[in-house]
Structure formats: C-alpha cells, structure tokens
C-alpha cells in the first residue's frame, strides 16, 4: 500500500499491511524546532533549513528525509507552511527561518512580545519560557450580544485558500502522503481565547445564556469559513482537522451534562456538515486530556479520529480505551507518553513503553501511531530513535488477538 492508501484504510478500520506513523502532520503530532534541530544533527543530516511555521508553540517542518526515515505516511496542508520566510534565531541561538510577518519586540527581560499587524502585544515569551502564550483576548470585556456581534469575526481570504488549494493540489498529484487539513474549528477553547480562559469559564458557569449566544456565532463563523475551506482544497485532503481541549490532567474542564448541552450540538452541526459535503474525509478532533467521559457524545457528534489520546491522563487507560471505542474511533496518538516516558526514560525504556502500546492500539486498525503531542525541547534524539525503532519492529499486522488488561 502507499501511504495515502494505507492512512484511509487504517481510519476506515479497512484492512492494511502496517501501522501508519504521523510525525508533523498537524500542530500537535510535530516536534519544537529546537528539539528538531538537535535530532538532525544526531541523525547526520545536512542541509535543509529549520523553519519554524508555529510561532505560538515553535514547532518545525518536518523535512521530507526526515519523514522517509521514519516512515511517515501523512503530510500537512497548513497556511503557516506557506508563508514567506525571515532569518530567526531560536532561544537557543540555533539559525532559523520564521513566518515574515511574524513581528516580535524585546520585553527588556530576556524574553520577547509577538506583535499584531496593528502593534499590539498579543504574545509573550518569557525568558524562562520556550513558548509563545496567549496575553490579549479580543472579546475579554464583552458584557452583551451587541458586544459579540461588533467583534469582527475572521473569514478566509481568497488568496489564502488559492495558496492552499495549490498545496493541496501539489501535494495530491506529485505525492502519495496522506493530506492531514488544518482547520480548526473549536468551540470551548474559541471562546476562551476570545474571552479569556477564566471570563469564559464563569461564562459558562453564571451566565450560560450569554456564554451560548457567544458559541452560536463561532458555530457561524466555522461554517462559513468551512464552507470556503472545503470548496478550496476539498476535493484532496483525505483528514480535517477539529481542535477543542475539554480535558485537565484530571478531570475535563467542563461536567458531561454541560458538554452536551453547549458544546456536542455545535460540535455536530460542524462535523455533520463535512460529512455532507465531503463524505470522503476523515473528522479529526485534537482533543488533550482526561477526556473519557466525553468520548461517548465525542463520537456521537460525528468524530472519526481522536487524538493525541493522552494515555498520562486519568481515565485514559490505553487497553479501556481500545476495548470500549476501539471500533468507532481510530486512535491517532497515545503511542508513547511525552510527559514522562519520552523525556526521561532511558532508550530501552521508551522501546518497551513504545512497544506496549503499540500492541495494545494496534489489532483490528484504526490506530495511526504517534507520540502523544508534540516532541518537546531537551527531549534526547536517542530516545526519540528508540520510539521510532519500536514503531518499526511491530507495525506489521500479524494474526493476534487484541491485548487485554
């Protein structure tokens, strides 16, 4: 099978000769730039250039030798793969190449505030800090309807969508990776960002009538950015990507009633409406943490995908989550803890880890193999080789039962 092949079949839970293996196909499957840097320069790889195209969360492109290497079969249709590029230096000093209009100023501390086109402060990295958080929330004093509906919601650009269309169409004819699309479409982390993340959680909790006005015009705003996105590259990416965390560490964020009630009606008018128009792509939903009391309305919502499958999570047992939904979700993640396990274990700790839960994802399909989120600074490039190495030595599909507890 190809790749494209192989990533369909697998999500379709359809027969298929191996595991298929995602490094960088969307904003949470990728490795920091920094921690990419290293990992070239331990593979022996010259050339090339480090390009950071996740501002926020300093993610790299992955390289196309790096993805042979490792046997990747899904590529990523993202606007910030597409942008033009300006010398950048990471925290570290390592040379790199940054999105052109990524505008940043020294905070006189040692870290850095990214800029809109406007010169507001909208970003801050500490200089203790590896990231870019989120310190302006357009809508944060919003107090009425007629509040939301000043905001100037965002629409696709035309020359936008022909940028991406022509990605898509590249990466269609002239490869045969799977095309992962970045969408985005969240609603609970939406509004957070829109309001801040505290306002939006009393929001939901005091006045959950303002806090849905607010979510039925972000339903409104994705569809119709959907609908522009879809008509632009629909016909060749095989995947759309959905975002939305719901969960903590613990716990999610919001009770399931609250989630049924607010957040899985929207969730389905969305999806829904990219199964109407697209029968053909996949919903991915990139969706953290202790999530299990959610997955049930996840899935009747329309979901096809779920990742990163934060296994670290509570509730989030590998073997439960395979025996209970294995048959309606395909698992995209939860191959190998990225909060413990690959920072920190020794290589042969993280084989074993890798290989467990490989066996435990595998049997059946639906299972396309990733770390759980992206590959973080100082992770050692050995042991990311060592995941890797586990990937390999048990993607094929052998006759197995499926692991139980």
């Not at 042991?383 to 197995?400: P, T």
């Amino acid at each position: 099978m190809n790749h494209r092949e192989r990533v369909v079949a697998t999500v379709r839970h359809q027969p298929c000769d191996r595991v298929p293996v995602d490094l960088g196909g969307m904003r949470s499957t990728g490795i920091m730039a920094a921690a990419y840097a290293d990992l070239k320069d331990h593979l022996g790889i010259e050339g090339g250039e480090i390009k950071v195209f996740d501002t926020t969360q300093q993610l790299a492109i992955v390289e196309e030798q790096v993805l042979q290497q490792f046997g990747c079969d899904v590529v990523i249709l993202d606007s910030g793969t597409l942008s033009e590029w300006r010398d950048y230096r990471l925290f570290d000093g390592t040379a790199a190449k940054i999105n052109a209009n990524f505008r940043t100023e020294s905070d006189n501390r040692g870290g850095e505030f990214a800029l809109d086109r406007s010169g507001r402060r909208i970003l801050h990295r500490p200089a203790e800090s590896y990231y870019f958080d989120s310190i302006y929330h357009p809508m944060a004093d919003a107090t009425t309807v007629v509040d939301l509906d000043r905001y100037q919601w965002p629409v696709y650009r035309q020359s936008a969508l022909r940028r991406l269309q022509d990605e898509a169409k590249r990466l269609y004819n002239n490869t045969d990776y799977a095309i992962l699309g970045s969408f985005g479409g969240a609603f609970l982390e939406t509004g957070q960002s829109l309001r801040g993340w505290d306002n939006f959680m009393m929001d939901l909790g005091g006045d959950i009538g303002f806090a849905n006005e607010l979510l039925e015009r972000i339903l409104v705003n994705h569809l119709e950015n959907l609908e522009l996105y879809l008509d632009a590259v629909g016909d060749y990416i095989q995947i759309i990507q959905m975002g939305g965390d719901l969960g903590t560490q613990a716990a999610p964020q919001i009770s399931p009633d609250m989630y049924h009630q607010v957040i899985q009606p929207k969730q389905a008018a969305l999806w829904g409406r990219i199964h109407q128009r697209t029968p053909h792509v996949a919903v991915f939903l990139h969706c953290c943490g202790s999530i299990y009391d959610l997955i049930p309305g996840i899935i009747d919502a329309g979901c096809d995908i779920l990742n990163p499958v934060q296994i670290s999570a509570t509730g989030m047992d590998p073997v439960r989550l395979k025996a209970e939904f294995g048959e309606q979700l395909c698992f995209w993640g939860g191959g190998c803890d990225t909060q413990r396990i690959l920072p920190f274990a020794t290589p042969e700790g993280v084989y074993e880890h890798t290989k467990k839960n490989v066996e435990i994802f595998k049997p059946g399909g639906g299972f396309v193999f990733n770390q759980v989120h992206n590959i973080q600074v100082g992770v050692p490039p050995e042991n990311i080789l060592a995941m890797f190495e586990a990937v390999k030595d048990n993607w094929q599909y052998l006759d197995q039962e499926p692991v139980s507890a």
